[in-house]
């Protein structure tokens, strides 16, 4: 099914948000071409995307000495907004190995990649890349947890 959500967030403040996001997950069985992997003659694959919009805009403060007729003054002033495209989307390959991407109307992307080891010891591991949007510095990082065989 197709989700569509609606969402506004009201600071009580200067800041208002407004944005709607469309997604959909996807779950299909494929079947395995893996000689190494006896258990089991598929493989469930997951597929989910979204695409998300929003509107984020801000009124000037007035400042705590203003008379009543400069605070109504700068509340009918200009505000500042900004509107944001984003779409996503992720692959979950097997149960070991999966894929993510997001990519902003302003240039930015985001690439991971998430790695899982169910054998003892289990390790998980994500790597992640960004690159540059307008207003961001590149980045990259890596994470990961690991548990040993449980002993008393």
């Known amino acids: 099914p197709i989700v569509v959500s609606l969402h506004r967030i009201d600071d009580g403040g200067n800041a ?42 801000s ?18 002033a200009d505000s500042t907004s900004r509107t944001d495209l984003s779409a996503a989307a992720a692959w ?9 991407a997001r990519v902003d109307a ?4 985001t690439f991971g990649l998430l790695l899982k080891r169910w054998a003892e010891p289990r390790v998980t591991a994500s790597l992640l890349f960004g690159s540059p949007s307008s207003n961001h510095r590149p980045s990259a ?8 065989a449980g002993g008393a």
């Open 141 to 148: 990082g890596a994470g990961g947890a690991g548990a040993g």
């Open 16 to 57: 208002r948000e407004s944005a709607a996001t469309i997604s959909q997950t996807v779950t299909f069985d494929r079947y395995v071409a893996n000689p190494m992997e006896e258990r089991c003659p598929k493989i469930r694959n997951t597929v989910s995307w979204a695409v998300r919009m929003s509107r984020v805009s």
């Open 106 to 109: 302003r240039g930015g992307c």
């Open 92 to 100: 979950q390959i097997n149960r070991g190995l999966g894929v993510k």
């Open 59 to 76: 009124r000037p403060c007035p400042s705590s000495s203003s008379s009543a007729a400069m605070a109504a003054a700068t509340a009918n």
